[in-house]
């Protein structure tokens, strides 16, 4: 009888514990698209671009994500996403040891929610997951010139691996909402080890901070956010009280609605913190502005007319990081900020030290049918120099950047110009086409000012 008792103990201390479902729900979307590019290098005639840039490109992608998300006991839920993304039998990647082949699978979200936490007011979720605020100027997608993933080295901006492994704290005081949030922007094994490498430490980059967002009982349904970011990256820190990038980033944020239609929105941001060069300490005291604007036109109310404005400055630096003690570097940091989406020029430039200017308007010809334009105008905050370059991205180039030609008494970075088609054939599919070009401003050198062009067709579902 004992035996028996033990081994019935045994067979229930080895079965797997599984957590009550009350709710699953699996969704996603396949994304299949035609990319065609020519001249991202802007026809560039000197090395190493010449030979490196993308100056033709024709490819098929497909882009696949599966979402379960699952409601455990009261207040728990789960979520678990995967993507892949690929060039069209692409089945041994592009020879580049961090480049994708058509099998691989990205863990794109896996987290664990907990409402009424400890008391009602926090929700806490720990795992991978997305931080987006606002418009995403300070804490969006990442840059999309610099997006890791299944299209790394292929056209990496289009690419939707964008979350992070971290934990969010949600305290809910309605009308008053505060994030507090915390995860790991970059790790390596050396750093979780604590291994010491010539005379650095190889230590992580870590992202923490809040965003207080509180909403006004005004009739314009007026939203005001005050937020601090911060990135500690300790990667080369040699103890020395030199080493270690520090990066704050206090900001403020508003929407109102004054009249129907009408939406307004501002933002404005300041970078403090340091930046370490050479061995050499420089103070950050940089600055960022945006205004939006958009109005949804009291005519023809059956083809949805809006129009739509923006503002964004980006701070730089006439004499870059100088490497020497006591100099403010105000060149703005990109930080996680995501701009311009779909747009030529946030493909290829760092959003730094820049004024854009962006104007459009979308209706509805059809029912089912969107049709958009956006003019933008781009010209640099300071001028050009050797200690100032201009430098760009390149889709297929991973993070490396190129320095550009340029002449020192201009400041024009040129114009763009896109139109974006959208049918929705159904409630569940949907086909696009976005055209883009970019006509180089009078800043560039006529050594690298050829106009950049776009073609993207796509078709996609959701489930």
């Known amino acids: 009888m004992r035996k028996l008792l033990v081994a019935g103990l045994m067979v229930v201390l080895s079965t797997p514990a599984f957590a009550a479902i009350q709710n699953v729900k699996v969704s996603g979307n396949i994304t299949s698209s035609f990319v065609d590019r020519s001249n991202f290098d802007l026809g560039s005639t000197t090395a190493p ?35 892949n993304e690929r060039a069209w039998n692409n089945h041994n990647g592009l020879g580049n040891s961090n480049a994708y082949n058509d099998t691989n699978v990205d863990l794109y979200l896996a987290n664990l929610t907990l409402r009424e936490f400890l008391y ?17 100027l300070i804490l969006g997608n990442g840059p999309a010139n610099q997006t890791n993933g299944g299209l790394e080295y292929i056209d990496q901006d289009l690419g939707w691996s964008t979350a ?12 008053l909402t505060i994030d507090l949030i915390y995860f790991r922007n970059d790790e390596t094994n050396a750093g979780i080890q604590g291994l010491w490498s ?12 809040y965003n207080a967002n509180y909403q006004l009982s005004d009739p314009w349904n007026t939203v005001v956010e005050q937020y ?28 109102t609605n004054p009249i129907k239609g009408l939406n307004v929105q501002g933002e404005i941001a300041w970078q403090l913190g340091q930046n370490v060069v050479s061995g050499y300490t420089e103070h950050r005291d940089a600055m960022a502005i945006q205004a939006l604007a958009s109005y949804s036109l009291p005519v023809l109310p059956k083809y949805k007319p809006t129009v739509n404005a923006s503002y964004t400055y980006f701070s730089g630096d006439k004499t870059g990081a100088v490497s020497s003690s006591g100099h403010k570097y105000s060149a703005w940091d990109v930080f996680m900020g995501d701009l311009g989406a779909g747009t030529i020029y946030s493909s ?37 120099s050797s200690k100032n370059p201009l430098q760009i991205y390149q889709p297929n180039e991973g993070s490396t950047l190129y320095t550009m030609a340029t002449k020192t008494s201009n400041r024009s970075l040129g114009n763009e110009y896109d139109v ?41 579902v959701k489930f």
């Open 348 to 384: 290829i430039y760092p959003l730094t030290n820049m004024n854009i200017v962006s104007a459009g308007a979308s209706v509805n010809p059809l029912e089912d049918l969107t049709a958009a334009f956006t003019w933008s105008n781009l010209w640099a905050a300071d001028s050009y």
């Open 120 to 136: 009602s007011p926090l929700t806490l979720t720990i795992g991978r997951q997305v931080f987006f605020y606002g418009n995403g």
């Open 228 to 255: 601090m970011f911060n990135r500690i990256d300790e990667s080369g820190y040699t103890g020395t009280g030199k080493g270690g990038n520090t990066l704050y980033v206090p900001g403020l944020r508003a929407s």
């Open 198 to 209: 010539g005379s650095n430490y190889n230590r992580s980059s870590e992202v923490f901070g």
């Open 49 to 83: 671009l010449y030979t490196a840039g993308l100056k033709k490109q024709n490819v098929f992608l497909t882009q696949t994500e599966v979402r379960i998300d699952a409601d455990l006991s009261d207040n728990v839920s789960a979520q678990v996403g995967l993507i």
């Open 164 to 175: 992070e492994d971290g934990i969010k704290a949600v305290l809910d005081y309605k009308p």
């Open 420 to 460: 974006n088609l959208t049918y929705n054939y159904t409630e569940d599919v949907t086909f696009g086409v976005s055209l883009g070009w970019y006509v180089p401003g009078s800043a560039l050198s006529n050594t690298n000012r050829d106009t950049a062009s776009q073609a993207i067709a796509s078709l996609g």
